[in-house]
């Protein structure tokens, strides 16, 4: 993560361009648009929404910014509202991200990074107990993910068949992928009543599911890439950075102090979530989870450029990036990613 040194650093390199870009014909900075999806990946989020940081921030730099507020599940659909220019910041897993990246990098338009939600695992689960591993599926199994064949989850899973399988053999198990929001897929999973019998989750999700006696984990994605990844990120065109740049740089320093304001005050942290969440989960339960030894709290991506090779090698990506900052922006460059 940008420590606090060398963001202030990058801050006054915000600042510099904006000065530059002042003659730049744009909507008129203050406002922004935010996309969310589900999980407690978004902690940050709920704490800039309910501390009002990117007001604050934005007033520091001389801007009252209206911040917008929106939830969308999958990808596809955040990708869309960021290109039809509906939202600002889009958040979404690092495959959706990835394959908007390769869309647009060639063109003024391009998407970046603007900072991760940290380094967070997610569990592939079941509730029937003759699947031990992945080869154990059969045709009468269906697990549910947030989008079908392109989100995060179901990467993670093509990637753990190609190493199951074989070569070429990543989508052996898409056709027993389903679209389904997490809240709803866990509630599938536990009850036990619908046809979904493995659901690949996020915390807390995840974490409420195994509390159930006929729940167990296959695996979890850092058994899949050897290592801590950043799975969900958020991120903006260059035409949105450039034009903004003081919106930008507010968000930006918002997000920064969210993230280790959570990491320090994981008790104060939960308690903000479940009250935006309006959850009926326990903030103790939360806590538990935001404490979890696998969790690292940055905002530079980790392990996603093993998640850009594999996209590359099925085709899903045209371009194989050599290095994390050919998708990041430059405030994230000080830090080794990965």
Do not use: C
Request: hydrophobic residues 40%; neutral net charge; proline residues 6%.
């Amino acid at each position: 993560m940008p420590t606090r040194r060398s963001f202030g650093r990058l801050l006054a390199l915000g600042l510099a361009l904006g000065g530059a870009l002042g003659a730049v014909p744009a909507r008129a900075e203050g406002l922004l648009r935010i996309s969310q999806q589900f999980g407690t990946l978004y902690t940050p989020f709920h704490v800039m929404k309910q501390r009002k940081l990117i007001e604050k921030h934005g007033k520091a730099l001389g801007v009252d910014i209206d911040v917008q507020w929106t939830r969308l599940s999958g990808g596809a659909a955040v990708n869309d509202a960021l290109l039809a220019g509906n939202i600002d910041i889009a958040s979404a897993g690092i495959g959706p991200f990835l394959i908007l990246w390769d869309k647009t990098r060639s063109t003024p338009n391009a998407v970046k990074i603007v900072g991760a939600f940290g380094a967070q695992p997610n569990y592939l689960l079941t509730n029937n107990p003759n699947v031990k591993t992945i080869k154990d599926f059969t045709d009468k199994d269906k697990i549910a993910m947030p989008v079908a064949g392109v989100s995060v989850q179901a990467r993670i899973l093509q990637l753990a068949s190609e190493q199951t399988f074989g070569p070429g053999k990543a989508k052996t198990l898409d056709p027993l992928m389903v679209t389904l929001p997490h809240p709803d897929a866990t509630a599938a999973l536990i009850s036990g009543s619908t046809e979904i019998t493995a659901h690949l989750s996020n915390a807390p999700f995840q974490n409420q599911a195994l509390k159930s006696p006929n729940v167990h984990k296959v695996f979890s994605s850092y058994d899949v890439f050897g290592g801590p990844i950043t799975p969900t990120v958020a991120y903006a065109t260059e035409t949105f950075r450039k034009e903004n740049p003081k919106t930008y740089q507010a968000f930006l320093a918002a997000f920064l102090e969210a993230t280790e304001w959570v990491a320090a005050h994981k008790k104060e942290a939960a308690e903000i979530y479940v009250e935006v969440e309006q959850s009926k989960l326990e903030p103790a339960f939360i806590e538990d989870v935001l404490s979890s030894p696998d969790t690292e709290y940055t905002l530079v991506p980790r392990g996603t450029l093993k998640f850009a090779a594999f996209m590359h090698r099925i085709g899903a990506i045209k371009a194989k990036p050599g290095s994390f900052k050919d998708y990041t922006f430059e405030e994230l460059h000080a830090d080794s990613g990965s």
